[in-house]
Structures are given as C-alpha cells and as structure tokens.
C-alpha cells in the first residue's frame, strides 16, 4: 500500500468516533430516517438509506460552512448507486441529487429484504486521541510486508470499517488523492467514513463488516460525494 501526499485539504478537521451515546448534546444521529426533500434514488420511489446525519449547530463542525442545520451521509442502498458512487448537495433545506449510478433496484442487495430506512440511534462525536490518529495513519501509509500484521493482527479492531467523521481514517481502500468536485473542480476534504453497524439491526448497513463507505465534501460549493470500497 503507498501513502500518497496528501491535497492540503484533504484532512481538513479533527477526527471524531460517531458512537451511539444517550447523553450527546447535539442531535448527531446513526441511521434514521432522511427527512429533508429529495432523498430519494432518480428513476424509482425508493428512499435513499441515511446511514447518519450530522448536526452542523455542533460547533465542532462549524467548518463546513454549509447553510443548513443537518448534513445527511445518504447511501443508495438496495438500488444500484449501492455499488457505486453517490453525489448530491444540501441546499436551502434540501437534497439534490447530481450524479448516481443507473441500474436496477435489486431484491437482495445488499442482502435480502434490505430495510427501506434504518431505525435511527443518538450518536455523539469522541474525538480521536493522538494515538488513535497515530494508528490510522500508520495503517494508511504501511508497507505491503507490514499490512498484515498492523490490520490483521496488531490493530484488528482499528482497521475494521466505522463511523468516523473527519480526522485520518483508516482507507480500506487504499489512500488515493482526493476527488475533484464534480461540480465546481476543486479538491474535496475527507468528511466521514460509514461501516457496517447499525446498532439497533444486526443486518446492519452494508451487509458486509469489510465494506467502507468514504464521504467527501466541498467546502466551497458544498457538493457531498460517497463512494464505496471493500478490502
Ligand atoms: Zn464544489
């Protein structure tokens, strides 16, 4: 694996864990129901899956600069954008999506009978100690003869897919250089990271605990995109 450098953006805020808590002070959410208009996959009348939704009055990710209180990580889930990437805006209240990927709605993707919307958990932001960021940047940039023993044995847990939001993650996927906005051309910062827990439904998210959704955002047009890697 090769550690690439970096868009100077491309990690442009602290890394936090986004764990299920009952005593946040923000309404940070795991899953749930997308409210806000234009959630839905173009082509069909089903919902797009909210995997979380970030509350942007956390003053934590003020950064962002978007306009609206709440930031939806919106997945395509049992429709084919479930395989592929994923872009849309939250503008004036409300989703547009601007690029998917065309297929069918399928019957048993990611598994079969794929909920229409995940029970929604309280979530709050743990920022990552210095030595948890140590560790993912360690697993991103290790060598091909080191990956085994760091990901597989060494720091198991720390290299299977979680909910995360900014920071350094760890890339399933390998680090590759940030995306360019599909919109406006400028280099993307890293937002979050999705796995595979839902916590309330064992089914989870993805159907797969190896299965990394990887969300980047604009911070000049707010354009968000999700694209998805397994190891
Ligand atoms: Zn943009």
């Given at each position: 694996m090769?550690?690439?450098n970096m868009e100077i953006n491309r990690y442009?805020?602290?890394?936090?864990?986004?764990?299920?808590?009952?005593?946040?002070?923000?309404?940070?959410?795991?899953?749930?129901d997308c409210k806000l208009p234009g959630a839905i996959f173009p082509g069909s009348n089903k919902a797009l899956i909210q995997i979380a939704s970030l509350d942007l009055t956390d003053s934590r990710l003020s950064d962002l600069g978007l306009s609206t209180d709440v930031l939806p990580?919106?997945?395509?889930g049992a429709c084919a954008a479930g395989e592929g990437?994923?872009?849309?805006?939250?503008?004036?209240?409300?989703?547009?999506?601007l690029e998917y990927q065309e297929g069918a709605v399928y019957d048993d993707f990611?598994?079969?009978?794929y909920p229409v919307a995940f029970e929604g958990v309280s979530a709050s932001l743990h920022l990552l100690t210095a030595q948890e960021q140590a560790v993912f940047t360690q697993l991103n940039c290790c060598s091909d003869d080191d990956w085994f023993e760091l990901t597989q044995v060494k720091h198991q847990d720390m290299s299977l897919p979680q909910h995360m939001v900014g920071g350094?993650?760890?890339?399933?996927?390998?680090?590759?250089?940030?995306?360019v906005c599909p919109t406006c051309a400028q280099p993307m910062a890293l937002l979050a990271t999705g796995g595979n827990a839902a916590y309330v439904d064992s089914r989870g998210f993805l159907g797969n605990d190896f299965v990394q959704l990887v969300y980047?955002?604009?911070?000049?047009?707010?354009?968000?995109?999700?694209?998805?890697?397994?190891?």
């Amino acid at each position: 694996m090769v550690c690439l450098n970096m868009e100077i953006n491309r990690y442009h805020f602290p890394g936090y864990f986004l764990r299920p808590s009952s005593s946040g002070e923000w309404s940070h959410l795991i899953g749930g129901d997308c409210k806000l208009p234009g959630a839905i996959f173009p082509g069909s009348n089903k919902a797009l899956i909210q995997i979380a939704s970030l509350d942007l009055t956390d003053s934590r990710l003020s950064d962002l600069g978007l306009s609206t209180d709440v930031l939806p990580l919106l997945y395509g889930g049992a429709c084919a954008a479930g395989e592929g990437r994923l872009c849309y805006s939250v503008k004036g209240g409300s989703i547009q999506i601007l690029e998917y990927q065309e297929g069918a709605v399928y019957d048993d993707f990611p598994y079969s009978n794929y909920p229409v919307a995940f029970e929604g958990v309280s979530a709050s932001l743990h920022l990552l100690t210095a030595q948890e960021q140590a560790v993912f940047t360690q697993l991103n940039c290790c060598s091909d003869d080191d990956w085994f023993e760091l990901t597989q044995v060494k720091h198991q847990d720390m290299s299977l897919p979680q909910h995360m939001v900014g920071g350094e993650p760890y890339l399933i996927g390998g680090v590759e250089n940030a995306s360019v906005c599909p919109t406006c051309a400028q280099p993307m910062a890293l937002l979050a990271t999705g796995g595979n827990a839902a916590y309330v439904d064992s089914r989870g998210f993805l159907g797969n605990d190896f299965v990394q959704l990887v969300y980047e955002f604009c911070l000049k047009c707010s354009t968000v995109v999700q694209n998805i890697y397994s190891d």
